[in-house]
């Protein structure tokens, strides 16, 4: 069955600190991956995504993402958070036969001024 | 450009009800796909549509039902609601080539439905 988990369930940081959420996935076949934030109050937004090429993806803000196919991760990073970096993050892949997006259980960041 | 819409923002029902949603794509994306989010979880998937035709199913019940018209807006209707059915309900579309999801999906707001 295909699913995607997310490592942790609420990250507390200060700002300028690293960040990395882990995100693994199940399947056994191509997949492309994304991740999405939903800011407190507002849509759900595309940060970044990986189809194929190179593994280290860069999004926006700051972002980047890298997929290790050994591993089935595409943990998320960014060196330096900001207090606007608060919102909920959330993992999703979409096998490669083209269907339906799944998407992981989300994690919380909250980033203290 | 105008995002993804969806309607009505909010919505009150009972127990047994049947609920209607509506979403309007991006202009020019033929694609619709509706989640289920319930609070403290991920969007679950429920149906996409493609070019009218439905082309994935979520594991949802029966009482669960979508169309797309022509105009590629999509409707998504529950019927016999129950209280578990509470939940944020998004619409998302994607510009897709064929019938392979090529790029990212574009969420729009959401329908906030309570079912009481």
Not at chain 1, 13 to 33: D, I, K, M, P, R
Not at chain 2, 17 to 25: E, I
Request: proline letters at 5%.
């Amino acid at each position: 069955a295909q699913s995607v988990s997310q490592h942790n369930h609420h990250v507390i940081l200060s700002e300028a600190a690293s960040l990395e959420l882990g995100c693994n996935y199940s399947y056994g076949g191509t997949v492309n991956l994304f991740w999405y934030v939903q800011y407190p109050g507002q849509h759900l937004q595309l940060l970044l995504k990986y189809f194929s090429g190179d593994p280290l993806v860069k999004g926006i803000k700051g972002f980047e993402a890298e997929f290790i196919k050994s591993k089935f991760s595409f943990n998320l990073r960014k060196p330096s958070v900001q207090w606007s970096d608060t919102a909920e993050y959330f993992c999703a892949m979409n096998p490669g036969n083209g269907q339906n997006f799944v998407f992981g259980p989300g994690t919380r960041l909250s980033v203290l001024p | 450009d105008a995002g993804v819409t969806q309607s009505p923002t909010h919505l009150i029902k009972t127990r047994g009800q049947h609920v209607t949603l509506r979403c309007s794509p991006i202009s020019g994306h033929k694609s619709v796909s509706w989640y289920q989010q319930v609070l403290g979880q991920g969007p679950q998937f429920i149906f996409q549509y493609y070019e009218k035709e439905e082309r994935g199913r979520g594991n949802f019940p029966d009482r669960f039902s979508a169309r797309q018209f022509p105009n590629y807006s999509s409707e998504l209707n529950v019927n016999a609601l129950l209280l578990g059915d509470s939940a944020l309900y998004l619409c998302a579309s994607s510009l897709d080539v064929g019938r392979v999801v090529v790029g990212e999906q574009f969420f729009g707001p959401g329908t906030r439905l309570t079912v009481l």
